[in-house]
C-alpha cells in the first residue's frame, strides 16, 4: 500500500488501473476545503533521470492528463 503523506489520503485501496510504468490511485488533498480528488501515479522502482526515455513518456502522459 503507498504512503502519500500527510496531505493525501487514499480513496480506495484498489488501483484505479495498472500497466507498465506503475500504478495508478485516486487521492483526496486533505489541505483542499472542497476535498478535492485526484489520481497519483506509483511508479515501478526502474530507475528515472530526466534524459531517459521513460522521463519523456511520463512527461507526455502528463500533458495528456492536463488536456
Given at each position: 500500500m503507498p504512503d502519500?503523506?500527510?496531505?493525501?489520503?487514499l480513496v480506495?485501496?484498489?488501483?484505479?488501473g495498472k500497466g507498465g510504468q506503475g500504478q495508478t490511485?485516486?487521492?483526496a488533498d486533505a489541505q483542499?476545503?472542497?476535498g478535492s480528488r485526484f489520481v497519483a501515479k506509483v511508479l515501478n522502482?526502474?530507475?528515472l533521470t530526466q534524459q531517459?526515455?521513460?522521463w519523456k513518456r511520463i512527461e507526455e502522459e502528463i500533458e495528456i492528463s492536463r488536456s
Open positions: 502519500f503523506g500527510s496531505r493525501w489520503t480506495n485501496k484498489e488501483p484505479l490511485f485516486l487521492v483542499a476545503p472542497s522502482g526502474a530507475k531517459s526515455a521513460r
